[in-house]
């Protein structure tokens, strides 16, 4: 066999092993490995182990990674999400839907300072599901809206996703920061008026809560002041050039952990807690990272990437006609694996795709289809694909953020969370269309800052 139907043997056989379940990491590292060795023997593969993870987890670029994983983890166990929760419940939940709309603007709240959906979803379901079933909210739209509240973890800085797509485009992580925020804040908007939607529809879904006095509205906006200080102190550092993302996320550790002691929430145990699961999800992504490594080099080396970039580009489609394709390939895939290992395997695909679309590394606005150089479509198609990415995390048979909250209300179908959460699907979707349609949206922030 020629080395390009070799290369493509192994998607296919990548493809067949994840379906069947085997963990993305070691699916991407035997394929990579076993096709490294039929196209130039196991000494290369060998030699490639010798060095390859020193050279890959020793990216300086990378150590942010553990930082903010870390800063999650305590931000968790420090009881800020329940504080959020309060103070968006005391100022939204006497609206029809309004304590729905709070756990939108908690999971918002959360995300700043988590940056894992999953981690949103999972600690923002402990604290909303109870008050969402003290006021008798439907099933459906108690755990849809929680469901599709975790998602906004992985767009709205910091977002740890965010940061690998970064590295594997060579984009400047804090321009994307920039970029994502605007479009995270647009997710919040419509996901609070979907929920208005849905409650005017069938108003006994989301009744009223109760009207928060002034007192409760000061004390409650008041205790969410420490999110606002880890938040301007993280994110505000990066934007206006204070610190680098690794020094921006060590900042916003100690200062969650600050929380948590004076809170007396960061006991030893929860400190040794926090570590253990840094180190064993810092430890899944570097072993995901050391697979999509070794697959892409086996892929360059069968000529898979420049043969679909070829022939996307000789299909005569339309440039934003194949932009929309992969995205729609992206939502398919994040019906078989996390949003991490889909960012991993499929953006070394996609990438030089529409680099090649563009016009070329190298093209001006005014040589490129999209009217971007290839600067700014990194960005634009960055912020673009983590959102259909998020989609996977509440699309069936994966939806790896409501099988979390079907874990934590074990009495709801969960069929009936699926059917909750779509109607955030659709808001998602109208979100991305907003986005090709006024790619500028993308750029206000990363503009502002930089002028």
């Known amino acids: 066999m020629d080395s390009l139907t070799i290369g493509l043997t192994g998607l296919g056989v990548l493809v067949a092993l994840i379906a069947i379940r085997i963990p993305i990491a070691y699916a991407m590292i035997l394929v990579g490995g076993v096709g490294t060795a039929v196209l130039n023997g196991w000494p290369i593969v060998l030699s490639q182990l010798k060095d390859l993870a020193y050279a890959q987890f020793s ?12 800063m999650g983890a305590i931000a968790s166990r420090t009881g800020l999400s329940a504080d959020l929760f309060r103070a968006a419940n005391a100022w939204l939940g006497w609206m029809r839907g309004g304590v729905a709309m709070s756990a939108i603007a908690a999971c918002a709240g959360f995300g700043s300072v988590c940056g894992s959906s999953l981690a949103t979803a999972s600690t923002m379901g402990r604290v909303a599901l109870p008050e969402l079933k003290k006021y008798k909210y439907s099933d459906r739209l108690a755990t849809g809206t929680i469901a599709a509240g975790g998602v906004l973890g992985i767009l709205i800085p910091p ?30 908007a ?37 999110v606002l200080v880890v938040f301007a102190a993280v994110i505000g550092g990066l934007y ?21 002691l004076l809170r007396g929430k960061l006991t030893l145990v929860e400190t040794r807690e926090a570590l253990l699961e840094t180190a064993r999800t810092t430890g899944m992504i570097f072993l995901i990272l050391l697979g999509a490594e070794l697959l892409k080099i086996f892929m360059a080396r069968g000529g898979v990437p420049q043969v679909m970039a070829e022939m996307m580009a000789n299909s ?9 394709l992969l995205l729609a390939a992206l939502i398919l895939l994040g019906c078989l694996m996390d949003s991490l290992s889909m960012i991993l395997l ?14 070329g590394d190298w093209a001006t606005a005014a040589e490129s289809p999209f009217g971007m150089t290839t600067e700014d479509l ?18 069936p048979p994966v939806g790896m953020n409501v099988f979390i909250i079907s874990a934590q209300a074990p009495d ?6 699926f059917l909750g959460v779509l109607p955030f699907f659709f808001a998602e979707l109208l979100r991305v269309a907003l986005l090709l349609a006024v790619p500028g949206l993308v750029f206000i922030l990363p503009g502002l800052v930089g002028s």
């Open 59 to 70: 990216n300086y670029d990378l150590s942010v990674v553990p930082l903010f994983v870390l």
């Open 159 to 188: 977002s740890v996703v965010l940061i690998i797509y970064a590295i594997i485009v060579e984009a400047n992580v804090v321009t994307m920061f920039m970029a994502a925020l605007l479009p995270g804040l647009i997710a919040v």
């Open 190 to 226: 419509l996901f609070l008026l979907t929920i208005l939607a849905y409650t005017t529809l069938a108003p006994g879904s989301g009744p009223s809560g109760q009207r928060a006095t002034r007192a409760e509205l000061v004390s409650a906006t008041l205790a969410i002041f420490p």
């Open 240 to 260: 206006f050039g204070l610190f680098n993302p690794t020094p921006a996320a060590a900042v916003g550790v100690v200062m969650v952990a600050l929380i948590g």
């Open 316 to 324: 005569g489609l339309a440039p934003m006609t194949t932009l929309i």
């Open 346 to 359: 499929a953006i070394p695909f996609f990438w030089p795709v529409l680099v090649e679309i563009n016009g």
């Open 378 to 395: 990194k960005i634009w198609f960055g912020i673009l694909a983590l959102i259909v990415v998020e989609l996977g995390l509440i699309t």
């Open 412 to 417: 709801v179908p969960m069929r009936d969370t």
